[in-house]
């Protein structure tokens, strides 16, 4: 099967940004904005460590580390403590960082249903569904997300290669399928909560991440 094709996108703007996250770490980010992304949504990438140097001069031949980290308002600027994605973007942010690479922040909420379908997949999970199976029962599919306009950001980066910040098999699958060579993928840590333990579960066994939960 040909590789579906990847529509070009540009850079619009790099700019820096420097980071200091809730418990004190810092790092200074060079963010960049797209051109010509198939959805229209305003996906933003940060290079960081050798990353955040100035595009045109920065860490040549060297294959940079990658998360595509998708948006959890909950998570990521509540601390929401219902999934782990604030606590993996924390780490991704310091191990890019410490690596040279980007961090992809993927503007699609709730594994692509929306910000207002997954609370109601809340509701529907504090009913006894797991967060699967509330996708479904709302009319979605269990994972809606697409890495196609993470495939355009790094080509537009100039990033052929990648070591891919992951426990998600389907985000090294779906890159792959959109001509990014995955040379290794590094496991990212596990963030186990009372209040999380049945989503990374959930994870784990449906999903297939690569999580080292004891059940
Ligand atoms: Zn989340």
């Known amino acids: 099967m040909p590789p579906p094709s990847l529509p070009t996108a540009t850079i ?4 820096l940004v420097p980071l200091r996250f809730g418990e004190g770490y810092t790092t200074t980010a060079r ?5 010509g992304l198939v959805d229209g949504q305003e996906h933003v990438a940060f290079g960081l460590g050798d990353r ?3 595009l045109t001069s920065s860490g040549a031949g060297r294959v940079p580390l990658v998360r595509p980290h998708s948006e959890c308002l909950t998570g990521d600027v509540f601390g929401s403590q219902r999934c782990d994605c604030g606590s993996q973007l ?6 890019i960082a410490e690596a040279g690479g980007y961090l992809l922040y993927l503007r699609q909420e709730g594994r692509g249903i929306g910000l207002y379908a997954k609370l109601e997949a809340y509701t529907l ?4 569904l797991d967060t699967y199976e509330a ?3 709302l009319g979605h599919r269990e994972d809606e ?12 980066l100039g990033v052929r290669e990648i070591g891919l910040l992951s426990n998600n098999p389907d985000k090294a699958l779906q890159l792959r399928r959109f001509g990014v060579r995955v040379a290794t993928r590094v496991p990212t840590g596990v ?5 999380n333990a049945c989503y990374l579960t959930t994870k784990a066994i449906r999903g297939a991440h690569t999580l080292d939960i004891r059940l």
Do not use: I, K
Not at 191 to 195: H, K, Q, V
């Open 52 to 54: 955040a140097a100035p």
């Open 12 to 15: 619009r703007t790099q700019v």
């Open 135 to 137: 996708n479904l029962a």
């Open 90 to 95: 924390r780490e991704a942010a310091q191990r």
């Open 145 to 156: 997300r697409s890495y196609q306009v993470a495939g355009q950001m790094l080509r537009a």
């Open 191 to 195: 963030y186990l909560s009372d209040s």
């Open 31 to 35: 963010v960049f904005s797209f051109d």
């Open 125 to 128: 999970q504090d009913t006894g």
